[in-house]
């Protein structure tokens, strides 16, 4: 019979119950407050690995003074539930104290490419995530670890990370998981009144509208951030805070689209922050 799920909340328990799992070990970090988006990228690992860890930790430093740490939304019974039933081994759900005790100093941080988009608009995040993730990564010591296309930009700062540092983890990218609207799945969208909730879907139909201008043959890159505005200010609810159109491995704005383009967003709603992206190949 399968051994029951362990829960870990301290370092030295993790380490035990992590040496007595079979490889190859597949691991997916997350902040909790679990939807079809985190269960996607589960699912994936229960199906490529022999055991599956999952990390449940709202990351203190990825979050800027102005950010919404303290309301982040958190339901752990919930979430232990659901990746119960779906055949996880281990779950890390570490404490602040845990991660950062007093007199912690050390911060991984990758360069150029956190410096355009979220990194521009969220000082400090990246080197956040990147420094938990390495922290995760040593308790941890996965074979694989599963992260969603929807942080287009953290997805590429960490196989920067991973390549630069030799870290011996394989990085495995899954598609963005969207509400039957297109809206992208996220915690956050749990903030939105029904109102905004509703407004929220005009993200996907203006990156959709723009890809579909690209598939008929636009390669301007200015052309289709204004096609992307245009649609996203014609909602009132809506707030952009950038549109990109920037080269897929480096993130650089484009005049004219030659390869792969990472297409994304930051659009505000009241309060929330949405972020959002399609790929142009
Ligand atoms: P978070 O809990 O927001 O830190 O997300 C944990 C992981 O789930 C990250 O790798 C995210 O990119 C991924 N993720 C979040 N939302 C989605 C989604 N809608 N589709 C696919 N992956 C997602």
């Known amino acids: 019979m399968k051994k029951p799920m362990v829960v870990a909340t301290i370092l030295e328990e993790l380490r035990s119950e992590r040496s007595l799992l079979s490889e190859p070990v597949g691991f997916v970090p997350t902040m909790g407050y679990l939807h079809d988006g985190h269960l996607s990228l589960i699912r994936r690992a229960v199906e490529e690995c022999v055991s599956v860890v999952v990390s449940i930790f709202v990351n203190p430093t990825q979050f800027g003074p102005k950010e919404d740490l303290a309301t ?37 941080d990758v360069e150029t490419l956190t410096l355009p988009l979220e990194g521009k608009l969220r000082p400090g995040h990246f080197r956040g995530v990147t420094t938990v993730v390495v922290k995760l990564f040593n308790g941890v010591l996965p ?9 287009a930009q953290q997805v590429a700062v960490i196989r920067q990370m991973t390549r630069d540092l030799n870290i011996p983890t394989e990085i495995v990218v899954c598609p963005i998981i969207r509400e039957p609207d297109g809206l992208a799945m996220s915690s956050r969208n749990a903030y939105l ?53 920037a080269d897929f491995g480096t993130l650089q704005e484009l005049d004219t689209l030659t390869g792969k383009t990472l297409l994304s967003i930051a659009v505000f709603f009241g309060k929330t922050r949405l972020i959002d992206n399609i790929v142009l190949v």
């Open 72 to 108: 982040y939304p958190r339901d752990i019974e919930g979430d232990l539930r659901k990746l119960e039933s779906m055949g996880v081994n281990l779950v890390w759900i570490p404490t602040s104290e845990v991660m950062y005790p007093g007199g912690y100093q050390t911060w991984v």
């Open 143 to 151: 074979g694989k670890a599963y992260f969603g296309q929807k942080d």
């Open 193 to 245: 009144d029904p109102d905004q909730r509703k407004a929220a879907a005009v993200l996907f139909l203006a990156l959709t509208n723009a890809k579909d201008a690209y598939g008929k043959g636009e390669r301007n890159g200015e052309n289709l951030r204004v096609l992307v505005r245009e649609m996203i200010v014609a909602e009132s609810l809506a707030e952009i805070q950038y549109v990109s159109c």
